[in-house]
């Protein structure tokens, strides 16, 4: 979806701020065995369906600089100052779904449950 949004729109979630979860698998004999990641972002999509792909990697822009940045800095008066902008655009963009959730999206993942399809 990243790669080609337009190829790969949700119409009935048009004009949208939807909630992802991105689980990444571990596969043995094509098999899947466990899960290796978890990330929940939320996301816009255009007046199409199609993913606001500028959006997702100006989040990703800021949680590297805020990774990478100090986040404090003296001013002219020697007063500290935190500059938050990177890390409200980060949180803007995620959401902590609750431990009876996250399971059942891990067993869905790793075949355990059915999965209702868009």
Same mark, same amino acid.
């Given at each position: 979806m990243l790669g080609h949004p337009d190829s790969h729109r949700l119409p009935a979630f048009a =004009?949208? +701020?939807? +909630?992802?979860?991105?689980? @990444?698998?571990e596969l043995a004999n094509r098999i899947p065995t466990r899960v290796v990641h978890q990330d929940f972002m939320i996301v816009t999509l255009d007046a199409n369906g199609a993913? #606001?792909? =500028?959006?997702?990697m100006e989040r990703a822009s800021s949680?590297?600089?805020?990774?990478?940045? =100090? !986040?404090? +800095? !003296? #001013?002219a008066r020697g007063t500290k100052v935190v500059d938050a902008t990177a890390r409200f655009k980060? $949180? =803007?963009? $995620?959401w902590a779904p609750?431990? @009876?959730?996250?399971?059942?999206?891990?067993?869905t993942a790793l075949g355990l449950r059915p999965c209702p399809r868009i």
């Open positions: =004009g949208q +701020r939807v +909630r992802i979860a991105n689980l @990444t698998i993913l #606001d792909v =500028g959006q997702i949680r590297g600089e805020a990774i990478l940045s =100090g !986040n404090a +800095r !003296n #001013d980060v $949180q =803007g963009g $995620q609750s431990p @009876t959730l996250v399971r059942a999206l891990s067993e």
